[in-house]
């Protein structure tokens, strides 16, 4: 009997959820690895085992492809229905990450989208498609690592540029002026 590869991914994924430090890491990276991952036609640092069909494809390959020109490479994982699991794997420099996703269209709250990552992933990716204000953006990220004490980065994709905010740097209380000079150049 043939076994799914789908299933067994998503057993691989459910392991994350129950290691912490470098069993995570290795872990992370043992699943990138995977022989059912294989480079987009279209884009050699895209990798997938499939998945075209998910209501959220278009923009999963949209936010990847952005990624990518920041010298990443990209992993777009399953998303199995029984547990909830990070979106990416992003690789850079031999380091591997899981990441989970939020694409902001509108002006809608990045706030609510952070905290409903809760439990799904340490680290996050902000995919910005339009302008969010400055102080709003900040508040929603400290509020999201005073929420999260698990929570680790969150990655802001935004036109030409990305920025990463650790946990370190968003609990400090010059943070919104940090973030401002950064964000706003």
């Known amino acids: 009997m043939a076994v799914n590869a789908t299933n067994d991914i998503t057993s691989e994924l459910t392991k994350l959820h129950q290691l912490a430090g470098a069993d995570f890491s290795r872990q992370v990276e043992c699943i990138a690895r995977r022989k059912e991952f294989h480079p987009l036609a279209t884009d050699k640092d895209i990798f997938t085992t499939g998945g075209e069909q998910s209501d959220d494809y278009d923009n999963l390959l949209l936010a990847a492809r952005k990624v990518v020109e920041f010298g990443y490479k990209v992993y777009l994982l399953p998303n199995p229905t029984e547990i909830r699991t990070p979106d990416f794997i992003l690789e850079k420099k031999g380091v591997y990450r899981v990441y989970d996703l939020k694409t902001v269209f509108g002006k809608s709250s990045v706030g609510d989208s952070l ?40 990655l802001i994709i935004k036109g030409k540029k990305h920025i990463s905010v650790k946990r370190v740097i968003a609990t400090r209380s010059d943070f919104f002026y940090t973030f401002k000079k950064v964000y706003e150049r």
Do not use: M
């Not at 990716?125 to 709003?136: A, E, G, N, Q, S």
């Open 115 to 154: 905290l409903d990552s809760i439990g799904q992933c340490n680290r996050i990716l902000i995919h910005l498609t339009r302008d969010y204000k400055t102080r709003k953006l900040a508040y929603a990220i400290t509020r999201y690592f005073q929420a999260n004490e698990k929570a680790i980065e969150v």
